[in-house]
C-alpha cells in the first residue's frame, strides 16, 4: 500500500465531494491517502475519469509511489497536459505532452 495524493483544480464539487469521502482533505483541493492499494486507487481513478469525461472542467493530477516508473512515482492526469517523469543522466525530469 502507498501513499497517494490527488491535487485538483477548478472542478465542480461532485469531484470534490466524492474525493473527500475516500481521502483526507489537507488543504483546499489536495487529497491524501497514507495507505492506498492500487486497487483502490485504480478504481478511484476511474470513476474520476467517467466523470470528467462527462464534464470537462478544470484538472485532476493523482500522484503515488510506483517503483516501477521512472523516480518510483506514478503520475495520472486529467485536464491539464499529460506530464511524464524521464531519467536523463541520472536526473528526474518533467516531459510535458502537449
Known amino acids: 500500500m502507498a501513499l497517494v495524493v490527488v491535487v485538483t483544480r477548478d472542478v ?5 465531494g466524492f474525493l473527500a469521502s475516500t ?6 483541493a489536495v487529497y491524501l491517502s497514507p495507505r492506498m492499494n492500487a486497487g483502490v486507487r485504480t478504481r478511484i481513478w476511474d470513476v474520476l475519469s467517467d466523470w470528467y469525461g462527462a464534464d470537462p472542467q478544470g484538472s485532476i493530477v493523482m500522484v503515488w509511489r510506483d517503483s516501477n516508473e521512472t523516480g518510483g512515482v506514478g503520475i495520472a492526469n486529467l485536464g491539464s497536459p499529460p506530464c511524464n517523469l524521464v531519467d536523463i543522466d541520472g536526473m528526474w525530469l518533467t516531459r510535458k505532452s502537449l
Open 23 to 28: 481521502m483526507l482533505e489537507v488543504a483546499p
Open 12 to 16: 465542480t464539487y461532485r469531484f470534490r
